[in-house]
């Protein structure tokens, strides 16, 4: 089986360009969460995706955004990229609605840098 | 609201020694605990999880911890150090039903570097 799948796994932008992230969960799975690691921040929970809808939201400015489809894989945007917004970005993906608090099951990220 | 707090950004052990990495967290509802390792560039794999039913929980790779409420811990053991066990690890708890704020979201400890020395 098929884990939890991340592209790319590097990304190198520019200051003020956009960054697009995607996520494939487990075949299975319809919850897919997002979360920052940034250097010095430790692990930042992002956006929570089930079936199609945005379920819940970390304390992000509204630049990042993102969307699950019908698949439900999903993508992370991020724009008006700053300095500070070079990460690891993580997605994680879980069965769904009901089995939020029981662990989800991450990919390997998605390395942004911004220069 | 939720939080977890790590005892220790850096542990550092022989092969062979007992590993001892200290979580304590505070919910103000009957919380779900997680034990994540990351190893260098790559994502977080669980090692074991409470949720409510056996205080004492076994995870991969012979690791396994105690949830103590009153003690409001969840410590991580092991009894035998290896080399391969150097990494990062995280404890994390999820809590609060679905009209709470937290409801989706783990909140992560600042994370334990363990290092294993030969």
């Known amino acids: 089986e098929a884990g939890v799948t991340q592209s790319p796994t590097h990304l190198i932008k520019t200051r003020g360009q956009q960054a697009t992230l995607r996520c494939s969960p487990i075949s299975g799975h319809t919850s897919v969460y997002w979360y920052q690691q940034a250097l010095g921040l430790g692990l930042q929970f992002l956006l929570w995706y089930d079936e199609g809808e945005e379920r819940n939201r970390g304390n992000f400015p509204p630049r990042f955004s993102g969307r699950q489809f019908p698949n439900y894989s999903s993508e992370l945007n991020v724009n008006a990229l700053e300095l500070e917004d070079s990460a690891l970005y993580l997605c994680?993906?879980?069965?769904?609605?009901?089995?939020?608090?029981?662990?989800?099951?991450f990919g390997s990220g998605t390395r942004l840098t911004v220069v | 609201a939720q939080s977890v707090t790590q005892l220790g950004s850096h542990v550092s052990v022989s092969e062979g020694a007992l590993v001892l990495l200290r979580c304590n967290y505070s919910s103000s509802v009957p919380p779900y605990l997680f034990w994540y390792v990351q190893y260098p560039n790559q994502g977080l794999q669980l090692l074991l999880k409470?949720?409510?039913?056996?205080?004492l929980v076994k995870g991969i790779n012979d690791f396994e911890a105690e949830f103590k409420k009153s003690e409001t811990s969840f410590h991580l053991t092991k009894p035998s150090a290896h080399m391969s066990d150097a990494a990062e690890y995280f404890c994390?708890?999820?809590?609060?039903?679905?009209?709470?704020?937290?409801?989706?979201?783990?909140?992560f400890g600042q994370g334990t570097i363990l290092t294993v020395h030969p």
């Open positions: 994680a993906s879980s069965l769904g609605d009901r089995d939020t608090n029981y662990g989800y099951t």
């Open positions: 409470y949720t409510s039913a056996a205080t």
């Open positions: 994390a708890v999820s809590a609060g039903g679905r009209i709470s704020t937290s409801y989706g979201k783990l909140t």
